[in-house]
């Protein structure tokens, strides 16, 4: 796949194929070309994992959109597969904000991102459900003029901002689709009836899970028999290897080297970045 319509094509594609997919998250052109050597069909950008490798806090507005979809372009970059970006709350409250930025992704060579109705403010951390809506709607007016398939996710984030409310959730979500949204989230659910509440709810639009919570403990099958179309994990990658790293020069610290002899070998990392 070289042209952005090819891999917009084949982003689509994937949710109509039967089954369950898994979108793997890389947080810069190096662990791109690692997933898509290990046959990942497609690639989505993490916010939290590109915070981290920037040294900064997620979640706090300290990354821009400029510097999240010069990543993006990146990732885009490294690999022939399809990329699609988690593009926050759209770097602002307008719906006009929404606008701008699935624009902006466009250009940077995505084929899909999600917007959050999370405000980023402590005091009202949620959209008021009228705004919330008229951001989607316009995010998907927008997209519906490309020409190319632009997948639009739009998330509720109700659970991940201590509001475990899921009729609320539910309700934000149908409304969602119906505003254009193609693919529907809530991350932060765990319960098995929570999430086949909300693949029934939104019907026959798709739906994505977030994985890698110790809360979550069901697996792929089993999210697939739910009907979840797709699994994506967040920063949990990008959190796996700076674990590692952290754990490896913790012990290098108090002087054992036990850690370095279970590197992977630079042969082996180096060929995978071949040319």
Same mark, same amino acid.
Not at 63 to 84: F, G, K, M, Y
């Given at each position: ?10 982003? @689509? @594609? ?9 979108? $793997?998250?890389?947080?810069? &052109? ?5 997933? #898509?050597?290990?046959? *990942?069909?497609?690639? !989505?950008?993490?916010? #939290?994992?590109?915070?981290? /490798?920037?040294?900064?806090?997620? %979640? ?11 990543? =993006? ?7 022939p597969l399809p990329v699609v970006a988690d593009l926050e709350n759209g770097y602002g409250d307008r719906p006009e904000?929404?606008? +701008?930025?699935?624009?902006? =992704?466009?250009? %940077? ?8 109705? &999370?405000?980023?403010? +402590? ?15 316009? !995010? ?8 190319? $398939?632009?997948?639009?996710? /739009?998330? /509720? ?6 509001? $475990?409310?899921l009729d609320d959730t539910l309700r934000r979500l149908v409304a969602y689709a119906e505003a254009g949204a193609d ?13 086949? /509440?909300?693949?029934? %709810? ?12 110790? +809360? ?7 999210? =697939? #028999? ?11 990658? +990008? ?8 754990? #490896?020069?913790? &012990? ?13 070998? *630079? ?8 040319d």
């Amino acid at each position: 796949m070289s042209s952005q319509l090819q891999r917009g094509e084949a982003f @689509a @594609a994937l949710h109509r194929a039967p089954g369950l997919f898994v979108l $793997p998250n890389p947080w810069d &052109a190096g662990s791109a070309k690692m997933l #898509a050597h290990l046959g *990942f069909p497609a690639l !989505a950008t993490t916010s #939290a994992g590109l915070a981290f /490798a920037l040294g900064r806090r997620d %979640a706090e507005g300290r990354v821009s959109r400029e510097e999240a979809l010069a990543n =993006a372009r990146q990732i885009v970059d490294a690999t022939p597969l399809p990329v699609v970006a988690d593009l926050e709350n759209g770097y602002g409250d307008r719906p006009e904000d929404c606008v +701008a930025t699935v624009c902006a =992704a466009a250009e %940077a060579g995505l084929v899909g991102g999600s917007l959050e109705d &999370a405000s980023g403010r +402590a005091d009202a951390p949620i959209y008021p459900l009228e705004l919330a809506v008229e951001r989607i709607r316009a !995010a998907a007016e927008a997209v519906s003029g490309f020409d190319f $398939p632009f997948t639009l996710v /739009a998330r /509720a984030e109700n659970y991940l901002h201590g509001r $475990p409310d899921l009729d609320d959730t539910l309700r934000r979500l149908v409304a969602y689709a119906e505003a254009g949204a193609d693919e529907l989230y809530a991350p932060g659910l765990t319960r098995r009836e929570d999430i086949q /509440a909300v693949v029934q %709810a939104v019907a026959p639009r798709p739906v994505n899970v977030l994985v890698g919570s110790p +809360a979550l403990t069901l697996g792929l099958e089993e999210l =697939a #028999a739910l009907g979840v179309k797709r699994v994506s994990l967040g920063s949990n990658l +990008a959190r796996v290897a700076y674990g590692a790293f952290f754990q #490896a020069a913790e &012990a290098l610290r108090q002087g054992d080297l036990g850690a370095m002899g279970q590197a992977m070998s *630079f042969d082996r990392i180096n060929d995978l970045f071949r040319d």
